[in-house]
């Protein structure tokens, strides 16, 4: 994939939920709507944001809790539980570390209005600049070498 045609995305989950992908090796968006995950392809950089500990519950988490590319050509259903069947992405995720927010607002460019900074998650995934994303990913990835071989592929 050529960089100019990677993309980057920023999924919004709680703790909980995005552990439970990490886990699994799958991306699951918006409450298990397709649409979402049918706009990544191949190859792009995705990044959990968490607002919340844990979903419906009040505890804030802030932070960038897990990066990673898709890998999974197609999304697929799965059944949760009866009657819950989510779409899901294959994704690999890298070994990282959980990243406050709060450092970043500032220079992160898909944050327009710096005072109202929650506001740019309100639709649970967006596409942000390869700037953003590697301006997060250079917090988030434990090794340097990680984080150069995540932004120089596709070059």
Known sequence: MNTKDKRYW????????????????????CHGKVQPLKRMAVGDGLIYYSSKEKFGEDALCQQFTAIGEVIGSEAYQFEMFPGFVPYRRDIH????????????????TFIKDKTRWGYAFR??????????????????????TAANTLSAEGA
């Open 10 to 29: 920023i999924g919004i989950a709680s703790k909980e939920h995005v552990k439970t992908g990490v886990a699994g090796g799958f991306s699951q968006l």
């Open 93 to 108: 995720f890298f070994e990282a570390k959980d990243v406050s927010i709060r450092p970043l607002i500032e220079q992160l």
């Open 123 to 144: 639709f649970g995934h967006l596409e942000i600049p390869r700037a953003d994303f590697e301006l997060i990913a250079a917090q988030m990835l434990r090794e340097k």
